[in-house]
């Protein structure tokens, strides 16, 4: 480095300490500070001043993330490197950003160290907490309009909140509340437009398609752009603090701007991330130019469509179907055509990005994994492609990766095997009722033999089991009762149920289990995951106008996710379970009809009315949403199993019982080396 001072540096100097002294007053509060005063206001009571400062709070945090966004970009172009420069006028241009970031920011959001907030509220607001307490605020307030859309915006980045959903349901009914209020309040533009894209593009509105696709990509380049701005600040990489090093000077700028380089390479992750979700939506850009190549074609726009196929393949070279898809409109047009302009410029910083990751990375001493966030796992379905070189196009939709949807693929699925009982009837199978994976069967069990599960279970459930003693988990309008299989052997060890009758509820369910096993003629053992004999009663005076579901439309593996028309296989969902059944054990009561849907948890596609002996079984992922309507009337009782082709994920208190029935049929007759209740019925 040169040995003395040049006036660069020292007018840096001056630039940034001027700038402190012309900042010393806050304009904006700080939005943690906003959140605490609305979170005590909360407990309180204090409703008016929950809305006030909770809105602040989301005001502030989101004028302060522009400003930063706004002040480092604008200064980054006011300060750029020149082709050739010595050490000391790089460090100069660095510290003029500085000053002129710390200038710019601060007059805006007053001393940055007050606008230092704790990763707890940060996580906070990434889950959209303030909408929480927004809506029970508003709520309180009287205001049903603005509790709706708070409500919703929570619900988008929460789909597992129960609670929130029947809020939801509740709202929808309200009078003053219109469809239009239900809005998402933090909606990122780049997905909300390429999802209504989607909508008109399943339409056959190629038109609007187009549009909406091409204005979804603007938003998408432009919010690259703010994510990567917004990673000039500090940074966390492996748990290591580059302001603990005790290397030279380069190497603490490489390990930083390393840390930096890492932020930016996520935003491709973070942009196709839907809130809420730790999965992004795969191909998710790449998947904007497959889906204007065919709209473009449909408009006869092959000048564009040609364009976006080729910048498809930028991101996939060699894709067989689209390097057909190229042929095809080179064909027509009799020429060739360029990929798009902004594609090759993203991806060529992309790609240094990459390279410049590695190399830092094995400066740090950490490992650096590349991994492709364009790849598509799995098989995919082009059956309805059209090759190129034919006299004219089927219609087609582009098909998304499949990585996060549950999709059964370690073996070719079937159905159809043996019922291995006589009594077992076949009703419908998946054809019948318009789906995969399903079947409804008859004569199960007999009518003695509900009757039987059915006095045990008011014997032996107790309200909210399974659910956290949550009496009514999904519905306010009716009780939820349940118990185990062990559950059920201890009371018929304690002569507190007939211990034939616990035993029946043992063996039903594994009756269960194989006809499921056989008729989906599995190659592999089926195991418990989870069994439960539940009853859901309708609460006698809160049945009037009811439009809520007994138990909402869900998917048993996965976080079903209408608006995206996908299912995340991550958790809280049960991502182990791969098939389910449920074997009813009455039909004397009002509504609870069983029901499949399509993906957009609205659209049914089966209906299912209970009865004693009838079951339902099917794959447990995102192929088969389903639910069940409100029980307006009486009792309905079933047996509900979860089952998995995973050992790793038996059911423990399956295992348990397994031991116990086991003990039981090795003693010499039963209550031999067995501490029976003398009052059980054998």
């Known amino acids: 480095m040169d040995g003395n001072l040049c006036p660069f540096v020292i ?26 005063n609305a979170v005590q206001a909360f407990h309180s009571s204090d409703h008016q001043s929950v809305v006030r400062y909770m809105e602040a709070a989301l005001s502030s945090n989101r004028e302060a993330r522009r400003t930063r966004v706004r002040c480092r970009l604008k200064c980054q172009d006011q300060h750029s490197f020149d082709e050739t420069f010595s ?8 510290m003029r950003r500085a000053a002129c970031m710390n200038a710019c920011i601060e007059a805006k959001l007053g001393t940055q160290s007050m606008h230092k907030v704790s990763d707890e509220v940060i996580q906070d607001f990434n889950r959209r907490i303030p909408y929480n307490y927004l809506q029970l605020a508003y709520q ?3 205001m049903p309009e603005k509790a709706a859309a708070a409500a919703h915006t929570y619900f988008q980045a929460n789909p597992e909140h129960v609670e929130m959903g029947q809020n939801l349901e509740q709202y929808k009914t309200q009078q003053g509340v219109e469809e239009n209020h239900f809005v998402d309040q933090e909606a990122r533009p780049h997905q909300q437009l390429f999802m209504r894209a989607v909508k008109f593009y399943d339409k056959r509105d ?41 290397y030279s000077l380069h190497e603490v700028v490489s390990d930083h701007f390393t840390q930096v380089l890492h932020c ?31 709209a473009y074609f449909k408009v006869d ?13 930028l991101f996939h070279k060699g894709d067989e179907f689209m390097t057909d898809n ?4 080179r064909e027509i047009l009799g020429h060739d055509g360029h990929p798009r302009e902004e594609a090759k410029r993203y991806l060529t910083r992309h790609q240094l990005e990459v390279d410049l990751l590695v190399m830092g990375s094995k400066i740090m001493g950490v490992d650096f994994s590349e991994g492709n966030y364009w790849s598509t796992t799995g098989e995919r379905d082009d059956s309805n492609r059209i090759p190129s070189g034919t006299d004219g196009w089927i219609e087609y939709v582009p098909i998304t990766e499949k990585k996060n949807i549950t999709v059964i693929v370690s073996q070719q699925l079937k159905e159809g095997g043996p019922l291995l009982y006589d009594s077992v009837e076949l009703v419908q199978n998946s054809l019948d009722l318009n789906g995969t994976q399903r079947v409804l069967l008859d004569h199960v069990i007999s009518e003695e033999e509900c009757a039987e599960l059915r006095n045990l279970a008011h014997a032996v459930t107790m309200a909210g089991d399974g659910y956290r003693g949550r009496m009514s988990p999904h519905t306010p309008n009716e009780k939820f009762e349940g118990a185990t299989v062990l559950k059920t052997l201890q009371y018929g060890f304690e002569g507190r149920v007939p211990m034939s009758s616990a035993r029946l509820f043992y063996d039903t369910s594994e009756r269960v289990r194989r006809i499921v096993e056989s008729y989906f003629m599995l190659n592999t053992t089926l195991h418990f995951s989870f069994t439960h004999l539940v009853c859901r009663t309708a609460i006698t005076g809160q049945q009037e106008h009811r439009n809520d579901l007994s138990h909402p439309i869900h998917a048993d593996n996965c976080l079903l996710d209408p608006d995206a028309n996908e299912c995340w296989k991550e958790p809280p969902a049960y991502t182990y379970r791969d098939y389910s059944a449920l074997l009813y054990l009455n039909g004397d009561f009002e509504g609870g009809e069983f029901i499949f849907t399509e993906m957009d948890a609205k659209t049914v596609t089966a209906s299912i009315k209970p009865k004693c002996g009838r079951l339902v079984g099917f794959s447990s992922g995102g192929e088969n949403p389903h639910g069940v309507k409100a ?12 089952f998995t082709l995973d050992p790793l994920y038996r059911e423990l208190e399956r295992l348990q019982a397994d031991e116990v029935i086991q003990a039981l049929e090795t003693q010499s007759i039963w209550g031999q080396g067995l501490n029976i209740n003398p009052k059980d019925e054998l």
């Open 326 to 329: 190229v042929e095809f409109y």
């Open 140 to 142: 309180k307030l009287k």
């Open 264 to 294: 930016e390479h996520e935003c491709v992750r973070d942009l196709a991330t839907r809130p809420g979700r730790l999965s992004p939506m795969e191909n998710y850009l790449p998947l904007h130019y497959d889906y204007l190549q065919f």
């Open 206 to 246: 190629y038109e609007e398609a187009v549009t909406l696709f091409e204005d979804a990509l603007v938003e998408y380049y432009r919010a690259d752009v703010e994510c990567r701005a917004l990673c000039q600040g500090p940074q966390k990489f492996e748990g290591h603090d580059h302001l603990r090093y005790r």
């Open 301 to 313: 726009r092959l000048e564009e469509a040609l364009q976006c196929a080729l910048t498809y393949l």
């Open 631 to 642: 029980v307006t009337g009486g009792q309905r009782c079933a047996v509900a199993l979860w």
């Open 11 to 36: 007018l840096s100097a001056v630039l940034m300490y001027n700038d402190f002294l012309l900042s010393s007053a806050a304009f904006l509060e700080p939005f943690d500070l906003l959140y605490d």
């Open 87 to 94: 050490d000391l006028r790089f460090f100069d241009v660095v």
